[in-house]
């Protein structure tokens, strides 16, 4: 509509222009002015009604997401990596125990009653911040336990282990610093 007037505006001065030169009115440059208005004046109302049809048309909103709680037989650990990206999700039962290697952390996991493992740029310290100390322990500096995943606890000389329900020939170590903690556990 805007562009319709703004055009016949043009149209109107533009023969008045005419006008004020020849002073007097010509029919035949009035012909050629109503002639060019019927070729511009479709172009512009297929431009209004795309323009009035692109941006005032209602969009369909968007269908809102739905979460499903989590059941409480479903307790999952996310692990993310350092720039808080989800990794890796595994159910709290099949979560053995996470290992640090240098800038990375190492989540061993059960996945279809095999052991699993997969790499994750992390830290211990951070990993134990976010999942808490309700699931994991903290048995050595470099190794976070699941509790519920304890089976036996050795002493060998001056060193310390601990052994896994789900591996029960790969000893964990348990440094002097945590092994009430693990005994406690244990009892």
Not at 3 to 26: A, D, V
Not at 64 to 72: M, Y
Not at 97 to 126: E, G, P
Request: glycine share 2%; charged share 20%.
């Amino acid at each position: 509509m805007i562009i319709e007037i703004s055009i016949i505006g043009f149209f109107q001065s533009l023969l008045k222009t005419f006008m004020f030169l020849n002073g007097q009115y010509e029919i035949k440059t009035l012909l050629e002015c109503v002639k060019i208005a019927f070729i511009i004046l479709p172009f512009s109302m297929f431009i209004t009604y795309f323009i009035l049809h692109y941006f005032f048309q209602p969009r369909p909103s968007l269908p809102k997401p739905t979460i499903q709680p989590l059941k409480p037989k479903d307790k999952r650990i996310i692990f993310k990596d350092d720039q808080q990206t989800t990794k890796l999700i595994v159910d709290e039962n099949n979560l053995l125990y996470v290992q640090s290697q240098d800038n990375y952390i190492a989540v061993h996991y059960l996945l279809d009653k095999i052991v699993k493992k997969k790499l994750i740029r992390n830290t211990l310290k951070n990993i134990s911040k976010d999942i808490g100390e309700g699931i994991l322990i903290k048995v050595h500096r470099s190794y976070l336990v699941n509790i519920s995943q304890l089976s036996s606890f050795q002493k060998e000389g001056k060193k310390h282990w601990i052994y896994l329900n789900s591996l029960p020939n790969d000893p964990i170590p348990v440094s002097s610093t945590y092994i009430k903690a693990v005994e406690e556990k244990l009892s």
